[in-house]
């Protein structure tokens, strides 16, 4: 599943890109690590539906019914499964009505093999950004926003990288596709919720340093390549 991922890029990148307006100097700070298990508050930039302007979101809805704001929870909640978001109580009402999307420039997931787990980087080809499929809602007693990165079934290169459960982030690389999940209709949001097809995404193995809680978010050491014995060392 997708706890990891990277916001380190320019604002006129997403103006390019999405043309959208970010605030990522005051809003997100660049961070090569953003992570569900390490950071106290993590949040992702997410592009909705309400405008052109980024908004950070804690990863890890938080739906109106809880009375309380529970981190375990949140954990438990940073992701959702494709297949369940007509279903699940927590996931249907903000798939009907609230869908976004984060943007990123990589997210991060390991590979396993017998005792040992090499991380891997994860960006679009031909340095774009990327934008991860995602549900969101507002709590108004807790004033908090909060989300919920959508995943689907690994395609072949990220399921040999995430080969403990084969799953991947729902990721958009065109624009028609990401509005389309965004201002469409649930079932044309469903028409394009599915991985990415091969040659859309590129993978090299990093350090371990992501596991790290002494390593700053935005230390480039977090993203340099590492070659591990037996391990491919760069994906597409």
Known sequence: MCYNASVYF????????????????VLFPPAYLVSVHRSPHPAL???????????PMYWGLTPSWNTSFDPAWAKRMANARVENLEQSKAWKGPFTYRRGVAVVDAFYEWRHQGKLKVPYR???????????GAIWT?????????????????NPMMAYIHNSKERMPLCFTKAEDWQTWIHGSPKEAMEVAKPLTDGQLEAYSIAKNIIRTDVEPNDPTLIQPFDYPGFPAHLD
């Open 10 to 25: 320019k604002p006129e990148q997403v103006q390019a890109q999405f043309k959208a307006q970010a605030l990522l100097q």
């Open 45 to 55: 930039p997410m592009l909705t539906a309400d405008g052109p302007q980024l908004q």
């Open 122 to 132: 994860i960006q679009a080809t031909q340095n774009r950004l990327l934008a991860l």
């Open 138 to 154: 507002y709590h108004g007693a807790l004033d908090l926003y909060s989300m919920s990165v959508v995943t689907v079934p690994a």
